[in-house]
C-alpha cells in the first residue's frame, strides 16, 4: 500500500495546478522592514539578479513582490524572473545555475547575482543589499554563469555510475516476489496451455509490470524536480533504501517464511484469481498488479535509484528506462528458459531455495545505495 500511495501522491502532485504567482503590483507591497539602501552610484552596466521562484511556494509568495520592488526601486539593478512551474526551459537553466555556482541541494527562493546566491525568504531578506553592493564594486555584474567557457561548463562529468546501476537493475530483478508470481504463473499455464500460450502470457505479464514501474518512476521523477522538494525526495530516499535494506538483510539471515517486505497478503488472492484466467488480459493485469504491490519488496532500491537520477534530468529519463529493462532481463530469462523445455516447477523450486540469500544481497544492495546518497548531503 505504500508504493501505491507513493505513486498516487506523485501523480496528484503533478497534475495539481500551481497558484499564480507573476504579476502582482509591486507598491501592493511596502517591502516590510527590508531597510534598502538606495542607489549605489552611476554605471553603465547594471547588476543583473537572476531570481527563480515556484508559485505556491508560501516563501516565494513573499519574496517576489518585494523583489519586483527592489527592481523598481533600483534603476542600477535588473532583476530576471523564472518560474519553474511547468516550465522545462526555467528548469533546465535552473540546473545549470546550480552546477555552474557548486550547488549541489538548492532550494527556492534563490537569487544568483556576481559569484553569489541567496537562498531562501530570510537569507534574500538580510543580504540581498549588501550583496548588491559587493557585486558592484566587483566586475562581474551578469553572474557567474555568463562567465563560464563552453569548455568549463562541458568538463563536469556525469554522477550517475552505469555499472551501480547495472547491478542494482539485475539485483532488483531478481527479486523473491516478481520471481515468485511469475513461476506460479509458468507452473499454472504449463499443465493446460501450449508453449506459445504460455509465452504470450507470459510476455503480457512482464510488459504490464515493466510498464507500471517506468511509469510510476516518471511520475516521482517529475516531482522531484520540483525546487524544495528534490533535497527532501533526497534524504527520505537514502533513509527508506537504509531502513529496507537492514530489513531485507535480517529477513535473509532469520530465513523468515513470511518477511516484512513483501506482496501484502490481501492482494495475494487478487492477484490469483487472475492468474487462474489464464488469457493475455490477464497476465497484463497480474503483470500490473504485481508492478505495483510488488514494489513493498524493492522499494528501497528504486526510490534510491530516483534519488540519484533526479539532479540530471535529461539523461537521468533515459537511464531510469534503461534501468526498469534491467530489472526485467532476469523475468524474460526465465519466461524464455520455461519456453524452450525447462520445467517450471524447477524455476520455482530454485526460487524456494535461494529467497533467503536473494533477501540478502537484495539488503546489502539496498544499504550501499543509502550510503552512497547519503555521503555528499554530509
Known sequence: MAALFLILFSIAIICSPAAAAEGKDASSNPLGSIPFIGGFGSSSDPVIIHFFFNPGCGACEKIHPVMEAYAANHSDVKVEFYSLAGNQTNIDLFNAYQKAYNISHAHVPILFLGTTNLMGEEEISEKLDTTVAEVKKGNNKGGLLTNLSSESSDVSPSSINPGFLIVAGIGEGLNPCGLLVLALLLVSLMASQSRRTVLAIGLAYIVAFFAVRLLS??????????????????????????????????????????????????????????????????????????????????????????????????????????????????????????????????????????????????????????????????
Open 217 to 378: 518512476g516518471f511520475a516521482i521523477f517529475s516531482v522531484i524536480q520540483l525546487p524544495g522538494i528534490s533535497q527532501t525526495f533526497t534524504l527520505i530516499a537514502a533513509a527508506v533504501a537504509i531502513i529496507a535494506g537492514i530489513i531485507q538483510v535480517k529477513d535473509g539471515l532469520s530465513k523468515k517464511q513470511h518477511p516484512l517486505l513483501s506482496i501484502p497478503d490481501s492482494k495475494k488472492g487478487l492477484i490469483s484469481s487472475y492468474m487462474k484466467k489464464a488469457s493475455v488480459p490477464a497476465g497484463l493485469v497480474v503483470g500490473a498488479l504485481v508492478g505495483v504491490y510488488g514494489m513493498a519488496c524493492t522499494a528501497g532500491i528504486y526510490i534510491s535509484i530516483l534519488g540519484m537520477l533526479y539532479k540530471e534530468p535529461a539523461i537521468g529519463l533515459i537511464y531510469l528506462v534503461l534501468y526498469n529493462i534491467l530489472v526485467v532481463i532476469p523475468l524474460l530469462a526465465i519466461l524464455l528458459l520455461v519456453f524452450f523445455g525447462i520445467p517450471p516447477e524447477k524455476v520455482s523450486a530454485w526460487r524456494d531455495d535461494q529467497k533467503s540469500m536473494l533477501r540478502l544481497m537484495i539488503g546489502i544492495v539496498m544499504i550501499i545505495m543509502g550510503i552512497v546518497i547519503l555521503i555528499p548531503m554530509l
